[in-house]
């Protein structure tokens, strides 16, 4: 059986009005979806501070995305890194509003995974290529264009 980490921070502190930081430095191993999966644990790095009456985490994530490319369907992996700036409510509990962003806070505790798995699901991009210039490939007989051409007249809408 697999041993499950929670990546539970306590913000307690915080929000009574301690004026510290708590720094984090984590590592979330993410769940596969639609169809891309992380090949390797995000490595996370953040700043939690109490601004007011809100919670402010900065920091940034840093994983690879692997899956097929959009146009070749060439397997890829891509280093993908997202800088975090939110401000969240944390009066809002979760149970009050499961799908605001405020989600990641249950009680006086930061839920580290949830907040890595919301920030990376939204930077997605919407098609993952191999490259940024990539040809993609004949729609007839399959021949990817990034390593060469094809002799289909339909198909090759490349002229």
């Known amino acids: 059986m697999a041993m499950v ?17 708590i720094l984090v430095d984590d590592v979330v191993a993410l769940e596969p979806f639609e169809g891309l999966d992380f090949p390797r644990p995000a490595s996370v790095h953040l700043e939690v501070r109490s601004a007011d009456r809100w919670l402010e985490i900065s920091g ?4 690879e995305v692997h899956g097929e490319c959009d146009a070749c369907l060439d397997d ?16 809002v509990a979760r149970e009050d509003d499961p799908f605001g962003e405020g989600n990641v806070v249950t009680g006086n505790r ?7 798995q919301q ?25 990817n264009f990034n390593t060469g051409g094809c002799s289909c007249i339909i198909g090759d809408d490349r002229g």
Do not use: F, N, W, Y
């Open 5 to 21: 980490q929670t990546h539970k921070v306590d913000i307690g502190g915080l929000l009574a009005g301690s004026g510290q930081r």
């Open 76 to 91: 890829v992996t891509r280093e993908m890194r997202v800088d975090i700036d939110e401000r969240i409510d944390p009066s």
């Open 60 to 63: 940034e994530v840093e994983t």
């Open 119 to 143: 920030v990376l699901l939204s930077a997605l991009p919407l098609g993952l290529r191999c490259k940024d210039d990539c040809a993609g490939m004949c729609g007839t007989c399959g021949t």
């Open 110 to 116: 930061l839920d580290v995974a949830d907040l890595v």
